[in-house]
């Protein structure tokens, strides 16, 4: 469990870093090749799309890393649940990073900052809302007490 946690807890740490390269690339890619901005309709495109991968984001959350997550509390060695659980959290995060990519698309189509910064911090906020819960190591003892669990600390 404690590999499965430290490597989910990995990727989210570098998808949080990757997004403000994402800023940073896209204004040093506008500032030395201005560009035209194409017309709203692109921008309402992504926007749909965005919206569509933040709902996404969160019908994996509830769908598939809680099943995991309960899953788990009752037994956390099991590796085919350890998998599901990563696989989720890894899936929800594709779909997190993947809204602060379509703002970095828009800037360097030639929208402007505050056009794309709800993007930005769409994708930076599910992020932050997706990482690991500690609760997923806890396990329940025999006396029916919760408990952490020990490579969980």
């Avoid at 499965?4 to 989210?12: A, E, G, M, P």
């Avoid at 990757?18 to 921008?43: F, K, Q």
């Avoid at 056009?115 to 809302?129: D, E, M, P, R, T």
């Amino acid at each position: 469990m404690n590999s499965s946690v430290k490597y989910v807890r990995t990727i989210h740490t570098l998808l949080l870093c990757s997004i403000a390269l994402y800023v940073l690339v896209g204004e040093e890619v506008i500032r030395t090749h201005p560009r035209v901005a194409p017309g709203a309709s692109m921008y309402y495109i992504f926007t749909i799309a965005g919206v569509a991968m933040v709902l996404s984001t969160f019908a994996v959350r509830m769908l598939l890393v809680k099943k995991a997550e309960s899953g788990l509390a009752q037994d956390p060695a099991d590796p085919v649940l350890l998998h599901r659980w990563r696989g989720a959290y890894i899936v929800s995060y594709a779909f997190s990073e993947i809204v602060a990519v379509f703002g970095f698309a828009l800037r360097l189509l030639g929208f402007t900052l505050s056009q794309v910064a709800s993007f930005y911090v769409a994708g930076l906020l599910l992020l932050l809302f997706m990482r690991p819960r500690r609760q997923v190591g806890s396990v329940i003892a025999l006396d029916g007490s919760a408990a952490p669990a020990a490579d969980m600390q």
